[in-house]
């Protein structure tokens, strides 16, 4: 190999002083390397002369060939360098499920494998895009080997505790009444308002006071006195815990969507670390 690269640097500098200095050797080096390659091929690959050397013609179809093999080879680590610069597993997900439940399990996560970066493409669209590894959802789960389960969830009507005090209920017809925070979800099959009250019975009107597109702004309304808010319990547990935000109601309601992750086909052994880390770990 060393002498592959001594020709082709002599080669493309016409001259061995200048190839010597590109490689930092001396040019009787570059002459020997040249030498031993065409003693290999049993051919001339310069015409040498007193003023200097130049290519022959199997000097020059040498030199066209390795070339192409070396920006075959260049462009082969760039490719490597990129992936390697990427973080090793990716997982796109919506902003709230990163922020309520994945980042603090990657957390955790790291505390076992600190090896292993994992980049979060957060997105709210509904978008089944070829760019990561892992992907989270919330739905129906499809009848595909490449989707699991990751927690089943209920929805509860939530709001701060200043709010419960100043809006006692004892019934969803009188939550009804009260201010509610709609989240408008741009991801399809998220459960509103509308939805939760008609699977516990009650069809009439509802308030709409408050309509946010973010599920965490929606969650920091409510937090800050604005009104009730669903909540999936698997998702603002931390809020339930520490009291943040207490549920209004005893009703809940199951849903027939679950949060579920798909492995895409490209995802690395490493992603699939990441996956069945993720799919053992306590839903709370």
Not at 95 to 108: D, E, G, M, N, R
Not at 148 to 154: H, M, N, S, Y
Not at 206 to 221: E, G, K, P, S, T
Not at 236 to 246: D, F, I, K, M, P
Request: glycine share 8%; charged share 25%; aromatic share 8%.
């Amino acid at each position: 190999m060393s002498a592959l690269v001594a020709f082709e640097a002599a080669a493309r500098h016409v001259g061995f002083k200048a190839a010597a200095r590109e490689l930092n050797v001396t040019p009787a080096a570059i002459s020997h390397q040249v030498k031993a390659l065409e003693a290999e091929l049993r051919c001339d690959l310069f015409r040498r002369h007193h003023r200097g050397v130049e290519l022959t013609e199997t000097g020059a179809y040498l030199l066209v060939a390795l070339q192409r093999g070396f920006e075959t080879m260049g462009e082969a680590v760039d490719q490597l360098r990129r992936r390697s610069d990427r973080a090793s597993v990716t997982i796109r997900v919506t902003t709230a499920v990163s922020s309520l439940w994945l980042t603090p399990k990657l957390a955790q996560f790291w505390k076992g494998h600190g090896d292993i970066s994992v980049a979060q493409i957060v997105s709210d669209l509904d978008v089944e895009g070829g760019d990561c590894d892992l992907s989270i959802h919330y739905g129906v789960v499809p009848d595909d080997p490449s989707c699991r389960v990751l927690f089943k969830d209920r929805i509860m009507a939530l709001g701060s505790p200043r709010f419960a005090a100043a809006h006692p209920v004892s019934g969803v017809g009188d939550l009804a009444r009260l201010p509610l925070i709609h989240f408008e979800a741009a991801v399809a099959g998220w459960t509103d308002w509308q939805a939760w009250f008609r699977a516990l019975g009650h069809d009439g009107p509802i308030r709409r006071d408050h309509r946010v597109n973010n599920y965490v702004i929606a969650l920091q309304a409510a937090r800050d006195d604005m009104g009730a808010v669903l909540g999936w319990v698997g998702l603002t547990r931390s809020y339930l815990e520490s009291g943040a935000l207490v549920p209004l109601l005893p009703d809940e309601m199951h849903t027939d969507e679950d949060f579920y992750i798909r492995l895409h086909r490209h995802a690395s052994q490493r992603a699939r670390l990441v996956h069945d880390w993720l799919l053992r770990a306590p839903s709370g």
